[in-house]
């Protein structure tokens, strides 16, 4: 479960926090003469870039159970914070524990290698259990929404994001130049690069300029910010597959830029929807200059899944 890393990841790792003192550079000399609302939150968002990425350098060091214990830990604080947009009452807590149960049991499932189970145990499973649990009760008011409500939940914050530890043990990802944790990296990296440039090509346009995709699911999602931001995956991709992943041609990396950033798209406008139905701007307020631990997440809920089935 925990191997030496190899020389390729130590590179990668270095020239990632490479990346992000640049970045942190720019966006210091950016934001001289902002307003201090704007830079207080700008730098606060920083911090929290920093934190995030020295927490993911060292549990890519750690391998497999490593990761494991970041995306289980990031999904459980995910779902906590689902279940208190969904509402959760205290009746219901009993399905919410067994959903948490369930979830933990999703990455212990990858840990020990059993890739054949984690494909299917969590979309059997879970609807099985959290309905067994509202029935044993005998919840019928609300019964459908809470089920399904739940089930939502852990398929997306569970088994979604689980896609991503998934790489770790399916067969297809085990070679490159880093191993699996290079896949790990290319599919991370993309997907939140995706996401930030989406919304700064979004926002850098201006208001008379943009087309609206979903005015009323996510208003600053616009047909330039996507396409913006698919233009620069689809470069990052080409530059990164030989170095983190065996996609040695360039319609490969495309493709799999392609797919990383329509699904992130459709992921982050999915969380969108649920925050809308649920009446709130940001899951939480744990992520200083970002919102909730589902902000960061979003995108990566469709494009885990979307990249392991494109490529296995």
């Known amino acids: ?11 990668m790792l270095f020239a990632l926090t490479a990346s992000l003192i640049v970045g942190s550079a720019a966006r210091a000399v950016s934001l001289r003469g902002a307003d201090p609302v704007l830079r207080r939150k700008r730098f606060a968002s920083l911090r929290t870039w920093w934190i995030l990425t020295l927490v993911l350098c060292g ?4 391998g ?9 830990v990031a999904s459980l604080v995910a779902f906590y914070e689902y279940a208190g947009m969904l509402g959760i009452r205290s009746s219901e807590r009993p399905a919410l524990i067994a959903s ?5 049991l999703n990455y212990l499932l990858i840990l020990f290698d059993q890739a054949a189970a984690f494909v299917v145990f969590v979309p059997l499973c879970g ?11 005998g919840k019928t008011k609300g019964y459908i929404r809470t089920t399904g409500g739940i089930f939502w939940g ?8 689980g896609h991503a530890a998934y790489l770790f043990i399916h067969p297809a990802f085990i070679a490159g130049p880093a191993g699996p944790a290079g896949w790990f990296l290319f599919l991370l990296i993309l997907t939140e690069v995706n996401d930030i440039f989406q919304a700064l090509v979004g926002r850098s346009i201006g208001a008379h300029k943009r087309h609206l995709i979903t005015p009323t699911v996510s208003p600053q999602k616009t047909w330039e910010g996507f396409l913006g931001g698919m233009l620069v995956t689809l470069i990052l991709a080409c530059l990164l597959a030989p170095w983190l992943t065996t996609l040695e041609k360039i319609p490969e990396a495309l493709l799999a830029g392609f797919v990383i950033a329509v699904a992130g798209f459709f992921g982050d406008i999915n969380m969108s929807g649920i925050k809308r139905d649920s009446g709130v701007k940001d899951s939480s307020n744990l992520l200083p200059g970002m919102g909730g631990l589902i902000d960061r997440l979003d995108s990566l809920t469709f494009t885990a899944p979307a990249f392991v089935y494109l490529l296995a």
């Open 154 to 161: 852990i398929m997306v914050l569970f088994y979604g994001i």
């Open 100 to 104: 948490l149960v369930i979830g933990s």
């Open 1 to 11: 479960m925990i191997t030496p890393p190899s020389a390729t990841l130590l590179w």
């Open 59 to 62: 549990c890519l060091l750690a």
């Open 64 to 72: 497999r159970l490593g990761i494991c214990l970041l995306l289980g």
């Open 127 to 137: 609807l099985t259990v959290i309905a067994l649990v509202q029935l044993l009760q």
